[in-house]
C-alpha cells in the first residue's frame, strides 16, 4: 500500500557513511509536503529522528541528517554507530489518500 | 511528557468488531489543536496509517480501509477510540495511537508503546 519508496536494506562498517533514499512521486514527495524520519528499535515504538525535510529533534546526534528534491528524499548516517542498527522510515502526506499521511517501506540498516 | 496508553483486546475473531481505546496523559486531547492517530504494523512489514482524528472531532480515515474504521473522542476520560469492522486475519498487527502536530502532514512527536492484535478464530 506504500507509495514511498525505500531500499529493504543497507549495511555498513563502523565510522562509515550510508544513506537511506525515499522515493515518492508527484502526489506526495513532489508536491511539496514534507518528508520526516523515524528510527525503530526492535519491539518499540518507532522514534522520531527527522523532521520537516532536515531538522533534528532535540537530543538526535548530529550524525543524522536530511534532505529533500524533487520526488525523493534521503537520510544520511555519518560515523556510523552499532546503536544506529535498527528499522528507518519515511514519512510525508499524500494528496490521494483522503488527508491521511504515508510511510515508507522501511529500511534495515545493519552494521558490519 | 505527553504519554499514550493504547488497551483492548488481544484477539478478536473473524468479521468482529475491533475496538481499542489509548488513554493520554500529560495533555489533553481537545486542547492545543493536535491530530491524534491511530497507525499499525503488520508483522514482519511496514507501517500504515489507519487515520487522524482532529482535537474537533474531525476525522480522516485511509481510503484502503473501505469505510471499516471509526474513530472518536472521549475527552472527559482524555481517550481516543478505534473500532474497525469486519476483521480478517490481515487486520492482525500491533496498533500504535500517536499524536501529531497541528497539521496533518506533520511528524508524529509521540506514540504509544503499541498493543498486539491478532485476528483469529
Known amino acids: 500500500q506504500s507509495v514511498l519508496t525505500q531500499p529493504p536494506s543497507v549495511s555498513g562498517a563502523p565510522g562509515q557513511r550510508v544513506t537511506i533514499s525515499c522515493t515518492g512521486s508527484s502526489s506526495n514527495i513532489g508536491a511539496n509536503y514534507d518528508v520526516h524520519w523515524y528510527k525503530q528499535l526492535p519491539g518499540t515504538a518507532p522514534n522520531l529522528l527527522i523532521y520537516g525535510n532536515n531538522n533534528r529533534p532535540s537530543g538526535v546526534p548530529d550524525r543524522f541528517s536530511g534532505s529533500k528534491s524533487g520526488t525523493s528524499a534521503s537520510l544520511a548516517i555519518t560515523g556510523l554507530q552499532p546503536e544506529d542498527e535498527a528499522d528507518y522510515y519515511c514519512?510525508?502526506?499524500?494528496?490521494?489518500?483522503?488527508?491521511?499521511?504515508?510511510f515508507g517501506t522501511g529500511t534495515k540498516v545493519t552494521v558490519l | 511528557q505527553v504519554q499514550l496508553q493504547e488497551s483492548g483486546p488481544g484477539l478478536v475473531k473473524p468479521s468482529q468488531t475491533l475496538s481499542l481505546t489509548c488513554t493520554v496523559s500529560?495533555?489533553?486531547?481537545?486542547?492545543?489543536?493536535?491530530?491524534w492517530s491511530w497507525i499499525r504494523q503488520h508483522p514482519i512489514k511496514g507501517l500504515e496509517w489507519i487515520g487522524y482524528i482532529y482535537s474537533s472531532g474531525s476525522t480522516y480515515y485511509n481510503p484502503s480501509l473501505k469505510s471499516r474504521a471509526t474513530m472518536s473522542l472521549d475527552t472527559s476520560k482524555n481517550q481516543i477510540s478505534l473500532d474497525l469492522s469486519s476483521v480478517t486475519a490481515a487486520d492482525t498487527a500491533v496498533y500504535y495511537c500517536?499524536?501529531?502536530?497541528?497539521?496533518?502532514?506533520?511528524?508524529?512527536?509521540?506514540w504509544g508503546q503499541g498493543t498486539l492484535v491478532t485476528v483469529s478464530s
Open positions: 500517536a499524536r501529531g502536530g497541528h497539521s496533518g502532514y506533520d511528524q508524529i512527536e509521540y
Open positions: 514519512q510525508s502526506y499524500d494528496i490521494s489518500l483522503s488527508g491521511v499521511g504515508v
Open positions: 500529560g495533555g489533553s486531547i481537545s486542547g492545543g489543536g493536535y491530530y
